[in-house]
């Protein structure tokens, strides 16, 4: 699996000519101009079964449960304006700094560190994440980084509580660790929001192979919506 990982990555690298894919959003930035291109669509890197995953949930969005979810190195839904006005003491903004901020999981090279597609179904209160974890995500040799497993998790489950309750931030994660993920596999994180209480949103998600004969991780998490009236610093 490894040395098809790495070749597809030789082939990526002749073809990484900046093609500007389906979803593309130009937008300047900084003075340079960045195109955001939609990173939840397939690149060379994808492995087959990743392409196969995302393929079958595509069909499932044509029926209609579920909704492939677009996913961009920076965010400019207004969501995330009203957040940076809003929670964001500008004081600790050092803004030559953040024209370079970018989503943690969007800010590897194509193929390199997470590739990744998510789809919700908002009727089930789930969202499912496929997700293929390059080279630059080691932890011990050949497997993948506990960090980066958990960082994948957090963003699976927070986009399922994101889902429900708007603007929140993880307020607790607790990850069983089962297998080690071998690095550059595909796993599939399925995300299930379990309750509600106030702003308080419980989401829970397992990791499995694609087979799913192999359980990788569970984790349980409290998400909390963001109270407008409180300041986060
Ligand atoms: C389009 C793009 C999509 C994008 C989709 C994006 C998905 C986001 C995924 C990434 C999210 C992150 O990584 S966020 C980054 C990591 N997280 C953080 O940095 C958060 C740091 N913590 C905080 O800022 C704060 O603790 C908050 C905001 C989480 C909560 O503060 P608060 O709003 O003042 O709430 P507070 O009154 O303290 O607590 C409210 C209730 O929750 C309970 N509570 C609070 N914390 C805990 C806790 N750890 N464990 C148990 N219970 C807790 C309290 O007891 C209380 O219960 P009761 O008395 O009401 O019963």
């Known amino acids: 699996m490894l040395r098809s990982c790495a070749a597809r ?3 990526l690298g002749a073809s990484r000519g900046g093609a500007r894919g389906p979803g593309a959003a130009r937008r300047s930035f ?4 960045v195109v955001d291109k939609d990173c939840a669509l397939p690149n060379p890197s994808w492995s087959k079964d990743l392409r196969l995953l995302f393929d079958q949930f595509m069909k499932k969005c044509e029926e209609g449960s579920w909704k492939r979810l677009p996913s961009y190195k920076r965010s400019s839904t207004q969501n995330f304006k009203d957040f940076r006005t809003h929670y964001v003491d500008p004081k600790l903004l050092k803004e030559e700094q953040m024209s370079e901020a970018q989503l943690f999981t969007r800010s590897f090279e194509d193929g ?6 998510m789809f919700c179904n908002d009727a089930e209160k789930r969202v499912v994440c496929f997700f293929q974890g390059g080279p630059r995500l080691q932890g011990v040799p050949g497997f993948t980084h506990g960090g980066a497993i958990a960082s994948i998790i957090d963003a699976t489950v927070g986009t399922c509580a994101f889902r429900a309750g708007g603007v929140v931030m993880t307020a607790n994660l607790n ?3 089962k297998r080690p993920i071998p690095l550059c596999s595909v796993v599939v994180i399925d995300g299930q929001l379990d309750r509600v209480e106030g702003r308080k949103f419980f989401v829970s ?5 694609v087979s799913e004969e192999t359980l990788y991780s569970e984790a349980t998490s409290l998400f909390i919506a963001l109270d407008p009236n409180k300041k986060l610093t």
Not at 205 to 209: G, I, L, T, Y
Request: negative net charge.
């Open 9 to 11: 990555l030789r082939t």
């Open 30 to 33: 900084a003075s340079e101009e």
């Open 112 to 117: 390199l560190g997470f590739e990744y597609v």
């Open 175 to 177: 990850i069983n660790y």
């Open 205 to 209: 998600c397992s990791v499995r192979s």
